[in-house]
Antibody, heavy 114, light 112 residues
Framework: EVQLVESGGALVQPGGSLKLSCAVS????????MHWVRQASGKGLEWVGR??????????AYGASVKGRFIISRDDSNNMAFLEMNSLKTEDTAMYYC?????WGQGTLVTVSS | DIAMTQSPLSLPVTPGEPASISCRSN???????????LDWYVQKPGQSPQLLVH???IRASGVTDRFSGSGSDTDFTLKMSRVEAEDVGVYYC?????????FGQGTKVEIK
C-alpha cells in the first residue's frame, strides 16, 4: 500500500522556522517529483513548491508567496521529502500536504501565531 | 503565472443526473511534447485531495469511469455521468505546465 506520511507540524511564532518531513512507503519515490501543497482552514489548495528527481537535477520551484523563505529537499535513500520553512508569517498557517500528485499524505498542521 | 478559473463555484446536483465543471486557463496548457498538463482533483469532506484525471483526460488508477476529463488548449471540462452521494466534495483543476503550478478556486459539489 502506498503511503505518504507528513510530520513536523507545530505551533510556531512569527519569524520562526520549522521543518516538515514526508515519509513515503509502498513505492520508490526517487523517480517522482515531490510537491508540497497547503490549505488554510476553509480555503482552497495552494501549490507551495516541488523538487524534481535526480535525473532532472533535483530542480526546485516555489510559489511566489514562499519563494526565498521555504526550501524543499529530498533524501531518496530513505524515501523522504522535506519542507524547510523560515521567516514564518501568520499567513503561512495551513495544513501542509506532500504529494506526487498520484498519492497524497494526510497532512500536517502548521500554525503561526504569537 | 497561469491563472485557472473554474465555474460554477457551487454545484447542487441530483443523484443519478449528470453534472459538469468547467476550468479555463489564461494560457494554453499544451506542451511542445504534445501533452496537456491539466489535472482534476477532488477533496471529499475531511479528507486529503485525490487525483481523478491527469493530462487532461486520463483517469487516475482506480477512478470510476463515471468521471471523464476533456478539453484542450485553455478550455477543460470534468464530467460526471451519473452523480452519486459519495461524489460530494470540492473539485479542483490544476495546471502543471509551468511553475508556479496553480489551482482553480474549487467547485463545491453538493446533493440537492
Amino acid at each position: 500500500e502506498v503511503q505518504l506520511v507528513e510530520s513536523g507540524g507545530a505551533l510556531v511564532q512569527p519569524g520562526g522556522s520549522l521543518k516538515l518531513s514526508c515519509a513515503v512507503s509502498g513505492f520508490d519515490s526517487s523517480g517522482s517529483a515531490m510537491h508540497w501543497v497547503r490549505q488554510a482552514s476553509g480555503k482552497g489548495l495552494e501549490w507551495v513548491g516541488r523538487i524534481r528527481s535526480k535525473s532532472n537535477g533535483y530542480a526546485t520551484a516555489y510559489g511566489a508567496s514562499v519563494k526565498g523563505r521555504f526550501i524543499i529537499s529530498r533524501d531518496d535513500s530513505n524515501n523522504m521529502a522535506f519542507l524547510e520553512m523560515n521567516s514564518l508569517k501568520t499567513e503561512d498557517t495551513a495544513m501542509y500536504y506532500c504529494t506526487n500528485k498520484q498519492n497524497w499524505g494526510q497532512g500536517t498542521l502548521v500554525t503561526v501565531s504569537s | 503565472d497561469i491563472a485557472m478559473t473554474q465555474s460554477p463555484l457551487s454545484l447542487p446536483v441530483t443523484p443519478g443526473e449528470p453534472a459538469s465543471i468547467s476550468c479555463r486557463s489564461n494560457q494554453s496548457l499544451l506542451h511542445s511534447n504534445g501533452n496537456t498538463y491539466l489535472d482534476w482533483y477532488v477533496q471529499k469532506p475531511g479528507q486529503s485531495p485525490q487525483l481523478l484525471v491527469h493530462l487532461g483526460s486520463i483517469r487516475a488508477s482506480g477512478v470510476t469511469d463515471r468521471f471523464s476529463g476533456s478539453g484542450s488548449d485553455t478550455d477543460f471540462t470534468l464530467k460526471m455521468s451519473r452523480v452519486e452521494a459519495e461524489d460530494v466534495g470540492v473539485y479542483y483543476c490544476m495546471q502543471g505546465l509551468q511553475t508556479p503550478q496553480t489551482f482553480g478556486q474549487g467547485t463545491k459539489v453538493e446533493i440537492k
